[in-house]
């Protein structure tokens, strides 16, 4: 059973990583996060990589308020009700 406490700890200390996303099974948008993020803040000095950063903070603080959706979701898929 997943934690929303946990999800948001992950998020809070690796959240431009998807560790939040990786800890709920969400490995698809997890690595698209880890590319914007990351390769925003590598290609920022070309200039190309500002707005891959915007979007991947657009994306992580979006995910503040869908963590305890996905939580939920992901409980619910392994047989978990709460």
């Known amino acids: 059973m997943k934690e929303t406490g946990i ?3 992950f998020w809070i200390l690796l959240g431009g990583f ?3 996303r990786l800890y709920l099974g969400l490995t698809g948008s997890a690595i698209a996060l880890i590319v914007l ?3 925003g803040w590598l290609l920022t000095p070309l200039l190309v ?3 891959m ?3 991947g ?3 992580l603080f979006v995910d503040l308020f869908l963590i305890p959706g996905l939580v939920r979701s992901q409980n619910a ?3 978990y009700f709460r």
């Open 18 to 20: 998807g560790a939040h």
């Open 49 to 51: 990589g500002v707005p």
């Open 77 to 79: 898929s392994q047989g």
């Open 57 to 59: 903070g657009i994306w």
């Open 53 to 55: 950063v915007i979007a």
């Open 7 to 9: 999800a948001y700890l």
């Open 37 to 39: 993020w990351v390769g």
